[in-house]
């Protein structure tokens, strides 16, 4: 009767939180992640190839980390070539870098999208650019300033320095990007910073501006990410694995169970669509640490795409993918595939909208998916099926199934992609 009563709560507990029966213990998982470490580690050795490497049929325009005096000088050059054509009577015109979708191509021997080297004018005297030459001069005019101080700002502050002829922060955002590319440079060259937004966690120290900061102490709100990357330096970390989490949701549940303890890693988040600090130091912990890279990110279009910004970089800032990708990511989940297999109710599932249904079927069209066969599978399985589900949909097995079952299982599998 005892050993029936023992069967039957043993049988609930499984019910309640499917798989936990096969996971083993901790310490072959560890030396599962040992090995995935140590593999990862010697095959990062080689080289990265950059554009100067290949022969390209067209010319691509790439941006470089530049000092204050160098970034000086380039804005006082550009003037005085304006200046002597408004003295010529010529009027002046500044020459943009074109970032549009057209302009732009994803390398697959680099994978990542890089931004051809095309441009057109935006000339004062002309009625349709008059204002975006304004905002061009005005927005060179303040890096200028900030160049000659020395101090950095962030967008906002910059935005409200002239509200009146920006009007939109998304303006002034646009031009400062373009300004960049018109001077050749990094955009964190410019001495302009998003405000905080990623945070890190788990098993890093690292010192900012001098300070060193221990991630195993700082608490589950973690450490916000500097937005000067330039000032990050010294970093230590007896991690296996970096583990790149999509949502905030996800990222606290981790640092709450501490689940870098159980298995060392370290645990970094944007809160969302990644941020230019964000994806910086994950660059910069990739090369560094010479770690393997881990997403978790909702089983959706935006999750992947979230996941290809961070592996691959964004069109709308291709001209510095170079220093803002950082290579081979693995997608651990959660991947369409994982709703089946881990038995996520049908009431834990939404439904995909039109829109998400385009945007899955306009990414199977997209060359780095192309280039990776498990995720055209896994992407084409969502369309098919059209079902998504975020990481909190795991929840309902448990408000902790996702840091003491379904990642440890992921990891003891090696299901990544």
């Not at 290949?54 to 005085?80: G, K, Y």
């Not at 935006?122 to 020395?150: E, M, Y």
């Amino acid at each position: 009767m005892a050993d029936n009563k023992k069967r039957r709560r043993k049988d609930s507990i499984d019910d309640e939180q499917p798989f936990k029966n096969k996971l083993k213990p901790d310490a072959s998982i560890l030396e599962t992640l040992k090995d995935f470490s140590t593999a990862s580690s010697s095959s990062s050795v080689p080289q990265a190839l950059t554009l100067q490497d290949l022969t390209l049929p067209f010319r691509c325009r790439e941006v470089a980390d530049l000092s204050l005096s160098s970034v000086q000088s380039n804005i006082e050059s550009l003037i005085l070539k304006i200046a002597h054509s408004i003295i010529s009577g010529q009027g002046f015109s500044f020459d943009v870098p074109s970032r549009s979708a057209a302009n732009q191509l994803y390398v697959a021997e680099l994978d990542r999208i890089v931004l051809k080297d095309k441009s057109s004018q935006r000339p004062f005297a002309n009625i349709s650019t008059v204002r975006k030459s304004a905002i061009t001069a005005r927005i060179l005019q303040l890096i200028h300033q900030l160049c000659l101080k020395g101090i950095h700002v962030t967008k906002r502050d910059l935005f409200y320095t002239d509200v009146k002829l920006f009007q939109d922060q998304i303006q002034s955002d646009a031009v400062l990007d373009d300004v960049s590319c018109m001077l050749g440079c990094t955009r964190s060259s410019l001495n302009v910073v998003a405000a905080e937004k990623g945070v890190v966690v788990g098993r890093l120290i690292f010192s900012d501006n001098g300070d060193m900061i221990d991630c195993t102490k700082m608490g589950m709100g973690g450490k916000a990410i500097p937005p000067n990357i330039d000032r990050v330096g010294d970093m230590q970390s007896d991690a296996l694995f970096i583990l790149l989490v999509e949502k905030d949701a996800a990222y606290m549940r981790l640092a709450e169970d501490r689940f870098y303890n159980r298995f060392p890693c370290i645990i970094v988040t944007a809160k969302g669509q990644p941020d230019v600090s964000t994806r910086l130091f994950l660059r910069k912990m990739k090369t560094e640490l010479k770690l393997p890279v881990l997403a978790l990110v909702d089983s959706d279009p935006y999750g992947l795409k979230i996941l290809s910004v961070y592996g691959c970089g964004s069109k709308n800032m291709s001209y510095d993918s170079a220093n803002l990708t950082t290579p081979d990511i693995k997608w651990l989940g959660v991947r369409p595939s994982d709703l089946d297999k881990y038995k996520i109710p049908e009431q834990c599932r939404l439904p995909m909208t039109e829109q998400d249904i385009k945007t899955g079927k306009d990414m199977l069209e997209e060359d780095f998916v192309k280039k990776n066969p498990g995720w055209v599978e896994e992407l084409t399985l969502m369309v098919k099926t059209k079902q998504k589900a975020e990481i909190q949909a795991l929840s309902t097995f448990g408000f902790q199934y996702l840091s003491e079952v379904y990642l440890p299982l992921k990891l003891q599998q090696k299901d990544w992609l």
